[in-house]
Antibody, heavy 125, light 110 residues
Framework: QLQLRESGPGLVKPSETLSLTCTVSGGSITSISYYWGWIRQPPGKGLEWIGSKFYTGSTYYNPSLKSRVTISVDTSKSQISLKLNSVTAADTAIYYC?????????????????WGQGTLVTVSS | QSALTQPPSASGSPGQSVTIFCTGTSSDVGGYNYVSWYQHNPGKAPKLMIYEVTKRPSGVPDRFSGSKSGNTASLTVSGLQAEDEANYYCSSYAGSNNLVFGGGTKLTVL
């Protein structure tokens, strides 16, 4: 059974960089059928897609976050990482790691079949 | 890209049917057959209930069904059960490898 587990600091200071890691177990991170991504949920609000990455490199970001976000994949460790810089209180959220299905012609779909349990990151001084 | 529009709440009695709507634009919901629905209970990981507008993953009861008309997708839960009470989110492919979610609908089983 595929499992995704997020880890990282639960508290980040304003203007600093939020860094999270997702460890994938029970399945291959190098499957050609999937992208790996991050989704977040601010307190009391809905879900927001942050970005998606294929293990060979193709990466796509939410246009509203693109200037501040980097997603990378370490196939040797089966890990996906998220870096979000210049954070503010608006970046306080539960951050989920997720697996997204890939379209036959390439690129992502809206089909997320595996999610991590999520990790709360609070931005505060 | 803007979030998809969902009603904040919906409700029904056990055994009844309830439909949750998700309205987007021709650039997302209306333009692609890549609409998904997720069931989310606080503190847990979201669960995929419907993908590609109408398809159900293995293990999801057939009480859950999806459809789309124009720029609006819908999730219907038939034969409501207490365990169906949760938050439901729609999502859609929005072109250029972007993804957009709805604001979520809290489903209450009366």
């Amino acid at each position: 059974q595929l499992q995704l587990r997020e880890s990282g600091p639960g508290l980040v200071k304003p203007s600093e960089t939020l860094s999270l890691t997702c460890t994938v177990s029970g399945g291959s991170i190098t499957s050609i059928s999937y992208y790996w991504g991050w989704i977040r949920q601010p307190p009391g609000k809905g879900l927001e897609w942050i970005g998606s990455k294929f293990y060979t490199g193709s990466t796509y970001y939410n246009p509203s976050l693109k200037s501040r976000v980097t997603i990378s994949v370490d196939t040797s460790k089966s890990q996906i990482s998220l870096k979000l810089n210049s954070v503010t209180a608006a970046d306080t959220a539960i951050y989920y790691c997720a697996r997204l299905s890939r379209r036959p012609q390439g690129g992502t779909t809206a089909q997320i079949d595996y999610w991590g349990q999520g990790t709360l990151v609070t931005v505060s001084s | 890209q803007s979030a998809l529009t969902q009603p904040p709440s919906a409700s029904g009695s056990p055994g009844q049917s309830v439909t949750i709507f998700c309205t987007g634009t021709s650039s997302d919901v209306g333009g692609y057959n890549y609409v998904s629905w997720y069931q989310h209970n606080p503190g847990k990981a979201p669960k995929l209930m419907i993908y590609e507008v109408t398809k159900r993953p293995s293990g999801v009861p057939d009480r859950f069904s999806g459809s789309k008309s124009g720029n609006t997708a819908s999730l219907t839960v038939s034969g409501l059960q207490a365990e169906d009470e949760a938050n439901y989110y729609c999502s859609s492919y929005a072109g250029s490898n972007n993804l957009v979610f709805g604001g979520g609908t809290k489903l209450t089983v009366l």
